[in-house]
């Protein structure tokens, strides 16, 4: 199964527009949906967060992070243009680059010692959008390979979205590692980060990890991913993540964001000009 609609809507298998905390109606949802096992599980990521940055002083960030998340899946979706039907789509990568990229990452584990080898991703205390405190993310950079993984994406882009006149690029990771017991929280991401995608390198999984996204009509959907495929999602106005913990050693993506600009009048213009 490569692309599942669910009969869940936000709030069900993950806190979205509201918190599970005493609220009863999100809690209802949840129980409904998937029982109490979303509750305990979030309880679990709050009260991590919490322990972990304690010592720190910093244990109220986490809530913050939390009530931030929360605010900007509320608000910010509908404030956005859409320029796709469903907000997403999954295709391959082209094979040449995919073979490159494969190489590359089996390089890098091999001169690394392993994924443990690779250097952890820095976040700011209390950033509640993966469980980095009892499940380190990893990040490996790509320069060699940023001109081609620009290009094919671009690519892809322009036929999805046709309506762009030209793309800005506005960032592009390197190889982020999640690692055994991983959770992204759901959430969009802040402009200019729009038009975006995922490139699934590699994987060492027990079972699929889906990446959960909110189509255009607020619909869950669940995507699984193996190597080599590719998802564009509108980033800006989607809501995306991975609530349920990654079951396996690790899974390794690359992210994409463009900006798209269009011609309005014979004049450039740019999504937030909209």
């Not at 998340?69 to 469903?86: A, F």
């Not at 094979?95 to 990229?101: G, V």
Request: proline residues 5%; glycine residues 6%; charged residues 20%.
């Amino acid at each position: 199964m490569s692309i599942s609609s669910s009969v869940y809507g936000v709030d069900a298998s993950f806190p979205i527009h509201n918190s599970f905390t005493g609220n009863n109606a999100q809690i209802s949802q949840a129980l409904r949906t998937f029982g109490p096992e979303r509750l305990d599980a979030y309880t679990d990521f709050i009260r991590g967060c919490e322990r972990f940055y304690e010592p720190r002083g910093s244990a109220n960030a986490c809530i913050q992070s939390e009530n931030d998340r929360l605010r900007l899946n509320l608000e910010q979706p509908v404030m956005m243009s859409n320029y796709t039907e469903t907000g997403f789509k999954k295709i391959k990568l082209n094979d040449s680059l995919f073979y490159n990229l494969q190489n590359f990452w089996n390089h890098t584990l091999e001169s690394k010692g392993g994924v443990e080898g690779i250097e952890e991703e820095y976040w700011p205390d209390g950033n509640t959008y993966t469980n980095h405190w009892v499940s380190p993310t990893r990040m490996h950079h790509v320069n060699h390979w940023h001109d081609q993984i620009w290009d094919a994406v671009e690519r892809e882009m322009s036929q999805w979205i046709p309506q762009a006149t030209t793309w800005s690029k506005s960032s592009l990771y390197g190889i982020r590692v999640y690692t055994a017991g991983s959770i992204l929280a759901p959430h969009v991401d802040r402009d200019p980060l729009i038009s975006s995608a995922i490139i699934n390198v590699a994987q060492d999984v027990d079972e699929p990890w889906p990446l959960e996204v909110y189509d255009n009509f607020g619909n869950a959907c669940n995507i699984t991913m193996e190597p080599g495929d590719l998802v564009l999602y509108e980033s800006h106005s989607v809501i995306h993540g991975r609530p349920f913990p990654l079951q396996g050693r690790y899974f390794a993506n690359i992210f994409v964001h463009f900006a798209p600009v269009f011609e309005e009048d014979g004049k450039a213009i740019n999504q937030d000009e909209l």
